[in-house]
């Protein structure tokens, strides 16, 4: 550590490579150097190599969305995905001259809903309630094991008690798995549905029939979801869904959609399609023609705020099972593994739920499911946070520009005139000027114990000035 911070130019060298990447705390270290070259002359018009580098090293964001594995570079992600969805629902300029990163300002008056599709019940649970008991005491008062069947407890919301089952053997843990295997499917099928009670919404409200295929023709469902947790392991998806038209000829434009497509219907189909769809199951004995729906609490709202909106969704794409289940590894770990995570997990009701999941893996009739792959997220399969193509801007778009202002910030605090090559080959999409690449993988992590500690004190600091700059941010906008 004191050799690190004994040469002041050095430690500037990497201080800055530090905060380059976001101050990553598993940063991936690469060696070599790039190049950018004019195809057009053959003129390399800028190049940059690591070996001037500390270490002769360059070191590169890990880019984990993952809050429990990589805190900076989850909390990148958040805001990316903020951004994203902020400019699907009030539009975003563009920053890039020459790139697509641009969302027409007409979005904004465009019809969205927020969507929230809960998962079925598998068994009754323990509550935590503001407005009474856990669980009254209605109908039988113990189940056919006879357990209790109610609970006149006032959990608090951080009870650790809370999600768990009232009575172990009622609850379903193989439909509970076999149900999140099939919600990627089930999220699929739904937005079929929602074309189909589309359709069916625009022959009433029209007077000429309109098939799906019309349907398809005259409107576009875009959106963006993300996957929650609830406390008894439950995936819940709150998704923000806009309808869009489409203009003849250019199926790419995002232009507003007929008169007929209004919220209210949008809402419609989005409720309709919702309690229609189904996916069936594998037959596992107990769960012959077993069909996976959604829940009852479906959840439909008019898009007011968009940023609140966005916010509300960008605070889940970072999170995993892990983060809500203590032990729980955050990664995929094998079935050899299994017992070292099952005496890890210090709650009985999710070592339960991993264990019908490497159960089920070895059956022969849930083997295209994957669930060996999918242990870690108690067979969820999907990814935590998606969004359609016509939705809103890429993250490559947003990384590309943050990599344009970072250059841009260095040339002005460098006193650094005229075009900058990086940058003009970032942003020109017509392949006149390319950067040639090669690197070669060192390693992941800090090498030393000073250097991680180093980088820590460095993101403290970083993030109370980030902090210090919202507040301040706040009260001049206030």
Not at 232 to 246: K, Q, S, T
Not at 286 to 296: N, T
Not at 335 to 357: E, K, M, T
Request: proline share 4%; aromatic share 8%; glycine share 10%.
């Amino acid at each position: 550590m004191l050799a690190r911070v004994g040469d002041v130019a050095a430690w500037g060298a990497w201080s800055r490579q530090v905060a380059h990447t976001g101050h990553c705390s598993r940063p991936v270290r690469v060696r070599g150097g790039a190049t950018v070259v004019d195809l057009r002359s053959g003129e390399a018009r800028a190049e940059w190599s690591s070996d001037g580098e500390p270490d002769g090293v360059l070191l590169l964001a890990c880019g984990d969305r993952r809050a429990v594995v990589c805190p900076s570079c989850a909390e990148t992600y958040r805001r990316d995905t903020w951004q994203l969805i902020a400019a699907g629902l009030r539009g975003r300029a563009p920053r890039l001259p020459g790139r697509v990163d641009a969302v027409p300002a007409s979005v904004a008056g465009h019809p969205a809903v927020l969507a929230t599709f809960t998962a079925p019940g598998f068994g009754a649970v323990h509550r935590a309630r503001s407005d009474g008991v856990c669980r009254g005491r209605r109908g039988p008062l113990v189940c056919r094991h006879g357990v209790r069947a109610w609970c006149d407890g006032r959990h608090a919301v951080g009870d650790p008690v809370v999600g768990r089952p009232l009575c172990w053997d009622c609850y379903d843990y193989t439909g509970h798995i076999l149900w999140h295997a099939a919600v990627p499917e089930l999220w699929r099928r739904t937005v079929i549905y929602v074309y189909r009670s589309l359709a069916r919404i625009a022959s009433e409200r029209t007077g000429v029939p309109v098939g799906v295929r019309a349907v398809r023709s005259l409107v576009r469902v875009s959106y963006v979801k993300v996957a929650e947790y609830q406390r008894r392991g439950a995936v819940h998806l709150h998704a923000v869904i806009r309808l869009d038209g489409v203009e003849v000829g250019e199926r790419s434009a995002v232009v507003a959609p007929p008169a007929w497509a209004d919220a209210t219907a949008l809402g419609a189909a989005v409720r309709d399609a919702a309690g229609r769809v189904g996916v069936r199951l594998p037959d596992t004995g107990a769960h012959v023609g077993a069909v996976a729906r959604w829940g009852s609490q479906l959840d439909v709202s008019v898009v007011g705020d968009p940023g609140r909106a966005a916010a509300y969704l960008a605070k889940y794409a970072t999170k995993t099972a892990a983060d809500t289940f203590a032990g729980l590894p955050a990664r995929r770990f094998s079935a050899r593994a299994a017992g070292r995570v099952l005496r890890r997990v210090d709650n009985p009701h999710v070592s339960l739920l991993v264990s019908a999941c490497l159960r089920l893996a070895e059956r022969p009739e849930c083997a295209g499911w994957r669930l060996a792959e999918h242990v870690h997220s108690l067979g969820f399969r999907g990814h935590f946070a998606t969004k359609s193509r016509w939705y809103s801007v890429t993250r490559a778009t947003l990384g590309a520009v943050r990599r344009a202002w970072r250059t841009e910030r260095a040339r002005e605090r460098d006193g650094r005139a005229g075009r900058d090559p990086w940058v003009e080959a970032d942003r020109d999409d017509g392949g006149a000027v390319v950067v040639v690449r090669d690197w070669r993988y060192v390693g992941s992590g800090w090498t030393q114990l000073g250097d991680a500690d180093l980088a820590a004190t460095l993101a403290r600091d970083h993030a109370a000035a980030r902090a210090y700059a919202d507040i301040a941010s706040v009260a001049r906008s206030g």
